[in-house]
């Protein structure tokens, strides 16, 4: 009996190395790739649906658009240590609340059409998409010129390139009463005066509904990037070099075509 007590205690002495030397081989290097995400192997996209073309959700309550499309492809280019391809995971929040998701370790990254600015406290990629922010007022407001929004109210998103240059504009009100979504209605009912959002945003719902014309004078130039969490210079190392083969490859125009963009 004393014998084999040796060799169980033994057996189980080798058995705790082993499990303990896996779990040291799985723990990745904090300065990889699969080190900076949740999980390594997906990518958790902060998103806020309410931007079409960009992000918005079907009738069945699907998330579409052309970030949707473009961060499942970039996702399934970047690879685990082990060579795994990735998966897009998507996280539905506020906008404003994207980047402090980021900050906290609840996303990887925030992919909702994000305007760089360097205030921001975060990471951003090379540019994928160049675009301008432009004004959407009421048609037949008598409103043709960004000078005529003096004494008006403006709605923008919160934190946004767009919020900050209509807040330059004289005599302007700005406020952020809700998402995009809610903002076109509040104009629809004639509770503001305009909305600042991305040229195609913009020219998007003027198509959609006569309610609505967007002002020819452009408000600010626009790239859009994706947010990164400060200190994930691997993952944005990984991303930059996805994002140069989308546009290289002619996938990003192929989207842009299929999104209207």
């Not at 980047?99 to 951003?124: H, M």
């Not at 994928?128 to 007022?137: G, I, K, L, M, P």
């Amino acid at each position: 009996m004393k014998t084999c007590k040796i060799v169980f205690s033994l057996v189980m002495v080798c058995a705790m190395m082993l499990l303990a030397a896996c779990g040291g081989a799985a723990k990745a290097d904090p300065n990889s790739l699969d080190g900076q995400v949740l999980t390594a192997g997906k990518l958790v996209v902060g998103i806020c649906a309410d931007y079409p073309p960009f992000e918005s959700l079907d009738n069945s309550g699907n998330l579409i658009g052309y970030d949707v499309d473009m961060a499942k492809w970039l996702a399934a280019h970047l690879t685990t240590a082990a060579g795994k391809a990735y998966e897009a995971e998507f996280v539905q929040m506020d906008f404003s609340t994207i980047i402090s998701a980021l900050q906290t370790g609840q996303v990887d990254v925030g992919i909702a059409a994000f305007s760089y600015d360097p205030e921001r406290q975060c990471l951003f990629t090379d540019p994928y998409y160049e675009s301008a922010q432009v004004v959407c007022v009421h048609a037949g407001s008598g409103i043709a010129a960004l000078a005529d929004l003096n004494g008006k109210t403006v709605a923008a998103g919160e934190g946004t390139v767009g919020y900050d240059a209509a807040a330059e504009l004289e005599g302007v009100t700005v406020v952020s009463p809700g998402d995009y979504l809610q903002q076109f209605e509040l104009l629809r009912a004639g509770q503001i005066d305009a909305v600042v959002c991305d040229a195609k945003v913009g020219e998007g719902y003027a198509q959609s509904s006569s309610d609505f014309e967007v002002l020819k004078q452009v408000l600010a130039e626009d790239n859009l990037c994706i947010t990164v969490k400060e200190g994930n210079t691997a993952l944005l190392d990984a991303l930059n070099k996805a994002v140069a083969e989308f546009m290289s490859s002619g996938t990003s125009d192929q989207y842009k075509e299929n999104w209207g963009l």
